[in-house]
């Protein structure tokens, strides 16, 4: 079957940037599967969409994107139901926070089983189906943790680091194909990201790093706090996927291409400088 509205698949829709970003698409005239690992959490993103009059564009659909099965399911279905996928926005992500020797590697795994794996298997099973129609965009959400790293967060730089690795070469495979690969590197927002990585924080009063840590965290709790709206990226997202030729990164938020102009231009020492007496 074929169904002549494009389609949107955009996994980690239940909260944040991929709710909205769901919305975003849906308004702009895609047909949205919005994925999510767990649909009992639909109800937030249908009631918005409902209220934004673009419900009859979005379709829920559970994926995991740790599960093999759970991917080819739902791209199966798509498939079945569509007959085709003209975007992916590899979105479900989270943040483990600690410092190297206290997050245990149960911890480590899990992070990049989620933010790196989920990214690579969800993107290898939609890349036949794109590949064979010589088009399709794929928009990869890294983080400005993917180009600079802060103490206390080496799980979640360590996992954006490695998008940026892939997204670079994949965008170099699929040109011939017509396919369009792009990073969003946003800095801080105000989603749910942040509280649940603060709950689930890898440390004790105990740690040789706890001062550290505490520093670190005290400078993410306000950053956070005062976060711009994510509302943001989601439209940033909808204007790229229609972009015939999309630049590869796309840094967004509040002072993030300052920090990243800073970081290529000055002697590294300096740039340690500064990120120490930021943090102190
Ligand atoms: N907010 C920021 O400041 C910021 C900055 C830079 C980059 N990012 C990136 O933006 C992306 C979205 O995060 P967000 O800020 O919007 O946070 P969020 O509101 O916590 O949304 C994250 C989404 O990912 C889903 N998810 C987690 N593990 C999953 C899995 N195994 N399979 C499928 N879905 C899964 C979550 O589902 P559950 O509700 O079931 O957990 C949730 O829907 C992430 O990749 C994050 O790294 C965020």
Redesign the pocket.
């Known amino acids: 079957m074929s169904f002549t509205r494009p389609t949107a698949l955009v996994?980690?829709?239940?909260?944040?940037?991929?709710l909205l970003t769901s919305i975003a698409l849906a308004q702009k005239g895609y047909q949205v599967i919005a994925s999510?690992?767990?649909l009992s959490?639909s109800e937030r993103l249908l009631k918005q969409a409902e209220q934004a009059g673009v419900i009859t564009a979005i379709e829920t659909m559970a994926?995991?994107?740790?599960i093999q099965e759970s991917i080819e399911q739902a791209v199966s279905d798509i498939m079945n139901m569509y007959g085709r996928i003209d975007v992916l926005i590899n979105?479900?992500?989270?943040?483990v926070g600690g410092y190297v020797e206290d997050v245990p590697m149960e911890a480590w795994r899990s992070q990049l089983e989620?933010?790196v794996f989920?990214v690579i298997a969800t993107t290898r099973a939609v890349l036949p189906h794109m590949r064979a129609r010589k088009s399709g965009c794929i928009i990869n959400?890294s983080?400005?943790?993917g180009l600079s790293a802060f103490p206390g967060y080496a799980p979640y730089s360590t996992s954006k680091f490695a998008i940026e690795g892939f997204s670079e070469s994949l965008r170099l495979e699929m040109m011939p194909f017509g396919v369009r690969i792009v990073l969003v590197e946003?800095?801080?927002?105000q989603?749910?990201?942040?509280r649940?990585g603060f709950e689930a924080i890898h440390t004790t009063e105990s740690s040789p790093y706890w001062s550290g840590l505490s520093k670190m965290l005290d400078y993410s709790k306000r950053a956070s706090a005062t976060?711009p709206d994510?509302q943001e990226v989601a439209h940033k997202i909808a204007q790229i996927v229609d972009s015939p030729r999309p630049k590869l990164r796309y840094p967004l938020g509040r002072g993030v291409k300052m920090g990243l102009r800073a970081r290529s231009l000055l002697p590294w020492k300096w740039y340690e400088g500064l990120l120490n007496r930021l943090l102190k």
């Open positions: 996994t980690g829709a239940s909260s944040g940037f991929g999510m690992r767990d959490k994926l995991d994107v740790t979105n479900a992500g989270f943040a989620t933010n989920g959400v983080s400005v943790s946003p800095g801080a927002y989603t749910e990201i942040w649940k976060a994510p």
